[in-house]
């Protein structure tokens, strides 16, 4: 096979066909095809776009590349929840441990931050000693004994995507919604799941921000899931604000840890409750979301959800002791508040500008190779639609320096418009989409 004539067959918008998809993508698994080559060819899918059998042939051959995880023999369903990507989404941290708590089993396979959004192993990385690195058989008999594993991608999954989204992402190939699809499904589908749920963002400080886009990308994986026999269910939700207060790793653990113990803020538990419901429903465990709500919301009153997060963190290496007492968490050294530069409504609290002021106080990576600082970020307590008067505190910049106070600072300014009107936030969960179809649940959601 030469690359070249599949470069230029995809250059001038032909096709390829499964045995083609396959060979390629093993022959550059195997380092027989160039960087440049696979850089070009990746360039030619992102211009010229995939059919859904195009899409479907590089998910297999993605997954076929790496171990596949068969997990039927623990004898419990197993699902799992995967976001587009957000800020202040911590949303897996909560869910993981809860579900886990409820006889289902969570193989949870997350990412690192990217671009302007943060990633879920970055944050379980800010509780000291926590190992996201785990093999798979370290990840095997973990699922064992406590049915819920927290870990990256691992050597074994999936390395042909692990590869190709490295080069994506220093390639500006990764906004392609067949290339996006085939990437996320070619790692769930390695987990042996009965049912996987998909939080996919809407709004500015999403990848695709429109919703257009983001139910084409919620169909393409949902057809994805099908072809390997996986019920997937997506949900909708709203990144045209921060989700809940904190934005910042060790900041975000500490709000998923008050989050378990009932005290977290209302638009996290309501995302954190629609995703969870519906992977109690693929799980098999609930046959109504209101059943599936009730019983989350006791596993969280009388402290399972919390334990088993504690059970997770001891069992990684990490100190357990961050659940009781979150101080135990790396702290800031400078911390600040931020006022209202105006009396009025809050009318907008930009993610991105957020996101990227989280990066700016060294809390994310610009290169792969950044380390970041767990301490920095913000706590954002105003709301869009909230009232304030000039000079009423409305976030916390927590900061290593002076410096990282005045960028926070910076940031903050940028990102939060205090106005005579407030602009309506998007609805919090707006669409579910499944094999069926798309449902409108923006008037059940605020
Ligand atoms: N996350 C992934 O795993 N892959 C993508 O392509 C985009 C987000």
């Known amino acids: ?20 998809w396959r060979a390629l993508v093993n022959a ?59 800020v202040g989404d911590k949303v897996s941290l909560v869910l993981a441990p809860l579900i886990a708590s409820m006889g289902v089993a969570v193989p949870m396979m997350s990412g690192r931050g990217l671009g302007h959004t943060g990633g879920t192993l970055d944050k379980l990385e800010a509780i000291p000693g926590f190992r996201t690195n785990l093999s798979l058989d370290e990840a095997r008999a973990q699922l064992e004994s406590l049915h819920v594993v927290m870990i990256g991608q691992s050597r074994e999954i999936a390395p042909a995507d692990k590869k190709m989204y490295a080069l994506r992402d220093a390639t500006s190939t990764v906004e392609s919604i067949p290339l996006i699809a085939a990437s996320i499904m070619s790692k769930k589908m390695a987990e042996g799941l009965v049912g996987l749920v998909l939080d996919v963002k809407r709004g500015s400080g999403a990848f695709l921000p429109d919703l257009e886009r983001d139910l084409e990308l919620a169909g393409t994986m949902i057809q994805l899931g099908d072809d390997h026999g996986c019920p997937v269910t997506c949900l909708v939700t709203a990144m045209d604000r921060p989700l809940g207060r904190a934005c910042g790793n060790a900041l975000e653990v500490e709000e998923s840890i008050l989050a378990l113990r009932g005290e977290g803020p209302a638009d996290l538990m309501e995302v954190t409750y629609a ?25 969280i009153g009388n402290g ?31 911390c600040e508040l931020y006022a209202a530069p105006r009396r009025g409504f809050v009318s907008r609290i930009e993610p991105r500008t957020v996101g990227r002021g989280v990066i700016a106080l060294g809390g ?27 000079g009423e505190p409305m976030a916390t910049i927590f900061a290593r320096d002076r410096a990282g106070i005045e960028a926070g600072r910076a940031a903050l300014a940028t990102a939060i418009t205090v ?28």
């Open 1 to 20: 096979m030469l690359a070249q004539r599949l470069i230029e067959r995809k250059r001038d918008g032909g096709r390829l066909d499964a045995g083609e």
């Open 28 to 86: 550059y698994a195997a380092g027989h095809v160039a960087d440049y080559q696979m850089a070009a060819f990746l360039m030619a899918c992102f211009i010229r776009g995939m059919d859904r059998a195009e899409t479907s042939s590089l998910m297999s051959a993605m997954l076929n590349s790496g171990e596949k995880l068969d997990l039927a023999y623990l004898g419990v369903p197993r699902v799992d929840k995967h976001s587009s990507g957000g």
């Open 275 to 299: 995703l969870g419901a519906e992977m109690l429903l693929l799980a098999g465990t609930h046959a109504t979301r209101e059943d599936a709500r009730r019983d989350m919301a006791i596993q």
């Open 304 to 334: 399972k959800a919390a334990e088993c997060f504690q059970k997770i963190i001891e069992a990684q290496g990490g100190n357990p002791g961050v659940v009781d007492d979150p101080a135990v968490l790396p702290q800031a050294d400078q």
């Open 364 to 390: 994310g990576r610009t290169k792969m190779e950044d380390t970041i600082d767990p301490t920095v970020g913000f706590v954002i307590s105003s709301r869009p639609g909230d009232w304030v008067e000039s």
């Open 419 to 446: 106005a005579d009107e407030a602009e309506p936030p998007l609805p919090l969960v707006s669409h579910r989409v499944t094999k069926g179809g798309v449902e409108d649940l923006s008037s059940q959601s605020s």
